[in-house]
């Protein structure tokens, strides 16, 4: 049965929306390439199962996210903050984990305002760790020099029992960080290392993403580098493609990379017979444009609107509706009272 449901809710979340470059049918095959290199299941329900599966009561599971940099968007983008608070609320109502976000410093902002929207207060880690308090935010040194120890010290102190990245950008194989336009931003730093040791350490990691530089798309690196218009040279005289060689142990490519989040929710809420924990569209605007108004702009057209990934904000509350439908129709009694009859009465 979850694989039913995963086959639909991976369905929605992967509906093609944008032109990428005037070019068209791009989501499809990156997933059916994800897909097949996964194993050939429904990937939601593969998360879902997995988090289900690691993540128990009191356990922190690392939530990273963060893409845009000044001048066009200093406080990020409106991609990735409201997915990671959704993701955040249902793994702590869900299963009491323990959400931790972790970002850079200009990311910040929009994070901490996406996050006390969906309802999932911003604490001290302390309280967050022992009394259930809501999450807790951690950002990395704007040092990239520094970032090696600050992984090892963090997995060692929080001891997570997952991390999952949302819209959160991945190195080449160059190490260099780049956009999917195939231009690399300045005052990123690449936090890859944090997935890196994870992986080595047995830590579940779950990558979703969009178009090619998130973390995640590692695991299909070779399909990119030839898919992908910048997966093999750049706008920039730097060496390598784009496309980021870091992977996770789910990868999840979504039309928008929210929408991905929202539908491992989706897939915990089935699994656990809860539909609310996919935030409903009332609520999804509210996570929006507290993000939008901490500075977390939509990166296409470079504004406050109320617009995701050049998508209107409309969308993304309509596709929360359709999740919480299909949870909601699938975890239900069927109706029994009625013969075949009196239906069709």
């Not at 990937?43 to 009191?58: K, P, S």
């Not at 944090?194 to 695991?219: C, M, P, S, V």
């Not at 490519?253 to 989040?261: E, F, K, L, R, Y």
């Amino acid at each position: 049965m979850p694989d039913i449901i995963g086959e639909y809710v991976d369905r929605l979340v992967t509906v093609e929306m944008r032109n990428r470059g005037m070019n068209h049918n791009i989501i499809a095959p990156i997933y059916k390439e994800a897909r097949r290199e996964g194993g050939g299941r429904p990937i939601t329900a593969r998360a879902a199962e997995a988090l289900v599966e690691r993540v128990g009561e009191g356990d922190v599971v690392f939530i990273v996210t963060g893409a845009g940099y000044a001048p066009e968007v200093p406080n990020g983008e409106s991609d990735g903050p409201p997915g990671a608070a959704a993701l955040a609320r249902a793994l702590y109502w869900g299963l009491k984990a323990v959400p931790v976000y972790v970002t850079e410093v200009c990311h910040a902002p929009p994070m901490v305002a996406s996050s006390n929207a969906a309802g999932i207060m911003i604490r001290d880690y302390h309280l967050a760790k022992t009394r259930r308090m809501g999450g807790a935010i951690v950002t990395a040194p704007e040092d990239q020099a520094e970032i090696d120890s600050w992984a090892t010290n963090l997995l060692e102190e929080m001891k997570p029992k997952a991390i999952i990245t949302i819209e959160r950008l991945g190195p080449n194989e160059s190490g260099i960080v780049h956009y999917s336009t195939g231009v690399a931003p300045e005052g990123c730093v690449n936090v890859a290392p944090l997935i890196d040791k994870a992986t080595e350490q047995g830590i579940l990691t779950i990558g979703i993403g969009d178009n090619g530089n998130e973390i995640g798309f590692g695991r299909i690196h070779p399909f990119m580098q030839d898919f992908h218009p910048y997966g093999r040279e750049t706008q920039t005289d730097k060496p390598g493609g784009a496309i980021t060689v870091t992977a996770t142990d789910i990868f999840l490519p979504a039309s928008v990379s929210n929408w991905g989040a929202y539908g491992v929710a989706a897939m915990l809420g089935f699994l656990l017979k809860k539909q609310d924990l996919v935030q409903t569209p009332e609520l999804e605007k509210r996570i929006i444009t507290a993000c939008l108004d901490a500075g977390g702009w939509e990166m296409r057209y470079c504004t406050s609107r109320f617009i995701v990934d050049g998508t209107e904000g409309e969308s993304s509350m309509a596709i929360v509706q359709l999740l919480r439908d299909m949870v909601r129709l699938n975890i239900g009694e069927p109706d029994r009272g009625l013969s075949h009859g009196q239906m069709k009465r």
